[in-house]
């Protein structure tokens, strides 16, 4: 199974914030949306990615003056991606081995989605249960 499968089964919307957006608007948002993470993006340019992790390890080191900065002085700038043509295997192999738990997924430069390990697992959850009920089928038809 693809990216681009899950994707067209959850929606490719994304939530997002400004570099310059004040962190404390930033949690607001995470909060408002029930969401770990959004996408720092300028405009359609992706310049970073903000995780409920980025924001526990600012607040412990700093404390909550932190809120008041920027979300770009916070976010992961390094953003690892996927692509839609990229299977469930490859991007839970990258997400276990970064230790994160979203990717953006990337057509050429421009975001196309985003995938949680909750999308993951919520995919796997409905493949396993699909293919229970075609073996259930299968049995009742002999």
């Given at each position: 199974?693809?990216?681009?499968?899950i994707l067209e089964?959850?929606?490719r919307y994304i939530y997002s914030v400004e570099p310059d957006e004040r962190l404390s608007a930033a949690v607001k948002t995470?909060?408002?949306?029930?969401?770990?993470?959004?996408?720092?993006m300028r405009g359609t340019r992706l310049?970073?990615?903000l995780s409920e992790r980025d924001i526990v390890k600012v607040l412990a080191d700093r404390g909550a003056?932190?809120?008041d900065g920027p979300v770009h002085a916070v976010m992961t700038r390094d953003v690892v991606s996927c692509a839609q043509s990229d299977t469930v295997g490859q991007i839970m192999e990258v997400m276990t081995s970064g230790k994160f738990r979203h990717l953006p997924v990337l057509d050429k430069e421009r975001v196309v989605g985003l995938i949680s390990i909750g999308d993951i697992v919520k995919w796997r959850l409905n493949?396993?249960?699909?293919?229970q009920q075609a073996l259930h089928d299968y049995i009742k038809s002999a």
């Open positions: 199974m693809t990216v681009r499968a089964s959850k929606g995470l909060a408002e949306r029930r969401v770990g993470a959004v996408l720092v310049d970073g990615i003056a932190a809120l493949e396993y249960e699909s293919e």
